[in-house]
T-cell receptor
Framework: AQSVSQHNHHVILSEAASLELGCNYS??????LFWYVQYPGQHLQLLLK??????LVKGIKGFEAEFIKSKFSFNLRKPSVQWSDTAEYFC?????????????FGIGTKLQVIP | DAGVTQSPTHLIKTRGQQVTLRCSPI?????VSWYQQVLGQGPQFIFQ???????GRGNFPDRFSARQFPNYSSELNVNALLLGDSALYLC????????????????FGPGTRLLVL
């Protein structure tokens, strides 16, 4: 069964600092990868996703993630964070092995951006 | 357009009771998935329904069951509640089923917060 590890559970940054949130997955085959975000008081929503092709994926609000197959990683990055990026971020994975699949989420990383 | 809606928003039950949670997907969406999110954890997959049939089930006991109606809304039932069932229950809808290699995006509802005393 697949699993997802998010290394940083709580990150505090000042505005304009660069962000990198780690995500590693364990699964023997090919995967589809996602980052979801939950802003305070809002629903969980998709930030970006990787299915195939270019391993550098760009999402909404200036976020991007790079899929490194050899490292089983899909880290989320943003060059300059804003106070409005304060939220909880979840990495998720789906096996690309055919048929109906389930989405497995990581534990989440709470990001706090200080003005 | 209305997003995914869930009812009730909050619920308090006692051990041994049964609970039914409801989900209405975005209009036109045919797939509904249910997740359990315990405090401090990420969402855990419970069920996926597509075209009114169960298409996937997570590692949850048989006390958990669900169904999808002809209008694609869905209910999640939990019998014989335990303290450990206290969690936020999330419903997510998508146009099509969540398939390997597929491009479906899931849209999440606000959740139902269940407290079991």
């Amino acid at each position: 069964a697949q699993s997802v590890s998010q290394h940083n559970h709580h990150v505090i940054l000042s505005e304009a600092a660069s962000l990198e949130l780690g995500c590693n997955y364990s699964y023997g085959g090919t995967v589809n990868l996602f980052w979801y975000v939950q802003y305070p008081g809002q629903h969980l929503q998709l930030l970006l996703k990787y299915f195939s092709g270019d391993p550098l994926v760009k999402g909404i609000k200036g976020f991007e993630a790079e899929f490194i197959k050899s490292k089983f990683s899909f880290n989320l990055r943003k060059p300059s964070v804003q106070w409005s990026d304060t939220a909880e971020y979840f990495c998720a994975v789906t096996p690309n092995s055919g048929g109906y699949q389930k989405v497995t989420f990581g534990i989440g990383t709470k990001l706090q951006v200080i003005p | 357009d209305a997003g995914v809606t869930q009812s009730p928003t909050h619920l308090i039950k006692t051990r041994g009771q049964q609970v039914t949670l409801r989900c209405s997907p975005i209009s036109g969406h045919k797939s509904v998935s249910w997740y359990q999110q315990v405090l401090g954890q990420g969402p855990q997959f419970i069920f996926q329904y597509y075209e009114k049939e169960e298409r996937g089930r997570g590692n949850f006991p048989d006390r958990f069951s669900a169904r999808q109606f002809p209008n694609y809304s869905s209910e999640l039932n939990v019998n014989a509640l335990l303290l450990g069932d206290s969690a936020l229950y999330l419903c997510a809808s998508s146009l099509g089923a969540i398939l390997a290699g597929g491009g479906e995006t899931q849209y999440f509802g606000p959740g139902t917060r269940l407290l079991v005393l």
